[in-house]
């Protein structure tokens, strides 16, 4: 059985499916919600976040492309899940700076 949006993913209870996880899967999900958060104070906290857990996901994704029988698919997932959060912090916390940008140069922002 494969993943409805990915039909590259195997089943995890496929006997097939290897044991192995991917590394730093944890941490790019951690990255992708930390940079959704932290978008609020300015937006370069979650900016950083965000580009740092896309380019762990890169490094991931080529090396389950490589050999994806060796790894659990749950790990690919959680890696995609956390890359898709990471995208979402990046568009929010860069139109967030853009807003704080315009309001500093506009001269509307009053302390």
Known sequence: MT?????????????N??????PNFIAILVLGIVSIVSCYP????GIICGI????????NKALYAQNPEKYASYSYKNARAGSIC???GIS?????LFFWLLM????????
């Open 3 to 15: 993943d409805l949006l990915d039909p590259n993913v195997k089943n995890t209870n496929s006997p």
């Open 42 to 45: 300015l937006g370069v906290p």
């Open 17 to 22: 499916s290897g044991n192995e996880k991917l």
């Open 86 to 88: 990471a995208i979402i």
């Open 104 to 111: 500093l140069i506009g001269g509307s922002f009053r302390f």
């Open 52 to 59: 740092i857990g896309i380019s762990l996901w890169k490094k």
């Open 92 to 96: 929010v916390s860069s139109a967030w």
